[in-house]
């Protein structure tokens, strides 16, 4: 307590107008200020100037730092513009002659008439060439179709004269009488006699029953198959009569019959066709 009374008594005394005094000086270093900025802005290379002063207060107080403007920037010529070269002057446009322009338009339509030309020619050997082609085309196909008809009839020639010669060696196997060029199968060359039709109808006949009324005199044909015997295996009828009971009529004869007679070389021609009218 008594060194704070002290340090007050031997402190300077209070000067009067201390806050006035603080406002004059930041007024001062405000026209300072205000005073370097123009006159860098008007004189770079003037002197700066720097001032100092001293306050006195009651309590001590620190300084503000010393305000430094930055050096000046040289001042750099400024580069002239550069002039663009004069435009050049345009060449006068020269209107061609009319007839340079009729013969121009001449030439061209010259041209596009070879070039249609040439495009028609063009078109026309495309259409015989593909004209020749369908041609040739045919005409192979006919041919191949000719080559292989021929190759089918001479093939069934063949088979043909196969069948034939295997019949011929098949007959002289079995003992045929016929000489080398017979074409018949049978052993022997022969038929029945002029006789032999009359007997065989005379086995038959007794053995139709037929009893309707008919007009006329219709034909049954039948076809006769027989063992060497002459024992019936087989009977068909190869044409009819036009009436079905007659028909069915000689049938049932036949399969009652059972067995023809044998001929007069003591033999049963086979297949036998014979004929059956019913007013004979």
Known sequence: MHAAADRLEFAP?????????????????????AALTWGVQWKREAQIISAEAELWAAVPVAAAPRLEEPPPEPVRPEKPEPVPPPAPMPEPVVAPPKVDIALE????????????????????????????????????????LAQEKKLAEQQARQLAALREKNL????????????????GTALKSAGPSASYAG??????????????????????????RT?????IIARKLTQSSGMK?????????????????RDT???????????FRPKD
Do not use: C, Y
């Open 199 to 224: 007997r065989v109808i005379a086995r038959v006949k007794p053995n139709i029953v037929f009893t309707e009324a008919i007009s006329g005199n219709p034909t049954a044909v039948v076809e006769v």
């Open 227 to 231: 063992s060497p015997d002459g024992t």
């Open 265 to 275: 070389d003591g033999r049963v021609p086979n297949p036998l066709v014979i004929s």
């Open 245 to 261: 009971e007659w028909d069915e009529a000689v049938l049932r004869a036949i399969d009652k019959t059972e067995v023809l007679p």
């Open 168 to 183: 011929q060696r098949m007959a002289g196997l079995a003992g045929a009488s016929g000489s080398a060029s017979a074409s």
């Open 13 to 33: 005394p209070a000067t009067p107008g201390v806050v006035r005094a603080f406002l004059l000086a930041l007024l001062a270093h405000g026209l300072l200020v």
């Open 105 to 144: 338009q001449e030439k061209k339509r010259i041209q596009k008439q070879k070039q249609l030309a040439l495009e028609q020619q063009q078109e026309k050997a495309k259409e015989a060439k593909l004209k020749a082609d369908k041609l040739k085309q045919a005409l192979a196909e006919k041919t191949k």
